[in-house]
Antibody
């Protein structure tokens, strides 16, 4: 059974930083493309970024609003995906989901974690 | 303002059919695969349709997807109260080099 478990969220102050983790199991993580998607309170889904598998080059793409402040990485030895956020802004307040797959692929985003809430407030 | 345009809400009675539209452009829907997601209140999104019209295992055939040109449509027949949720379309935008979602459509089963 595919499982994705996000962690690392919490209440943080503007200007700070944090690292979210997504622990994966039930599939071959090293071959999977992985995504981060966020959802601000009461709002729709926003794609944050994607990291391809290393066999596919490990390419990372980001949404324009987060480019330069967000960094996606992966540790295939730990079956874990990361999202590092720098210079936190109040508008980063959202539930952050990790998801397998790719929006360029036929499969779409086929499995999702339960999400972790990040609240940025002074 | 989302790159993909969906109606904010749709509604229909139990047993009826509803369609949700998703409009884009040649840089996204027109030349990439469309997927659809259901988000029940308080839960994570779930993939309903991939590759424009393919249902993953476990998704009932009451749900179907289609694509024509720069638009896509999700159809749900035999509506049930359990179908009340937010629905999102998604695809890749080749000009932005980014994934994009529609703004979401809230389905109410009257």
């Amino acid at each position: 059974e595919v499982q994705l478990v996000e962690s690392g969220g919490g209440l943080l102050k503007p200007g700070g930083s944090l690292r979210l983790s997504c622990a994966a199991s039930g599939f071959t993580f090293s071959n999977a493309w992985m995504n981060w998607v966020r959802q601000a309170p009461g709002k729709g889904l926003e794609w944050v970024g994607r990291i391809k598998s290393k066999p596919n080059g490990g390419t990372i793409d980001y949404a324009a609003p987060v480019k330069g402040r967000f960094t996606i990485s992966r540790d295939d030895s730990k079956n874990t995906l990361y999202l590092q956020i720098y210079s936190l802004k109040t508008e980063d307040t959202a539930v952050y989901y990790c998801a397998t797959g790719g929006m360029t692929s036929r499969a779409g985003l086929d499995y999702w974690g339960q999400g972790t809430l990040v609240t940025v407030s002074s | 303002q989302s790159v993909l345009t969906q109606p904010p809400s749709v509604s229909a009675a139990p047993g009826q059919t509803v369609t949700i539209s998703c409009s884009g452009s040649s840089s996204n829907i027109g030349n990439n695969f469309v997927s659809w997601y259901q988000q029940l209140p308080g839960t994570a999104p779930k993939l309903l349709i991939s590759d424009n019209n393919k249902r993953p295992s476990g998704i009932p055939d009451r749900l179907s997807g289609s694509k024509s040109g720069t638009s896509a449509t999700l159809a749900i027949t035999g509506l049930q109260t359990g179908d009340e949720a937010d629905y999102y379309c998604g695809t890749w935008d080749s000009s932005l080099s980014a994934g994009v979602f529609g703004g979401g459509t809230k389905l109410t089963v009257l």
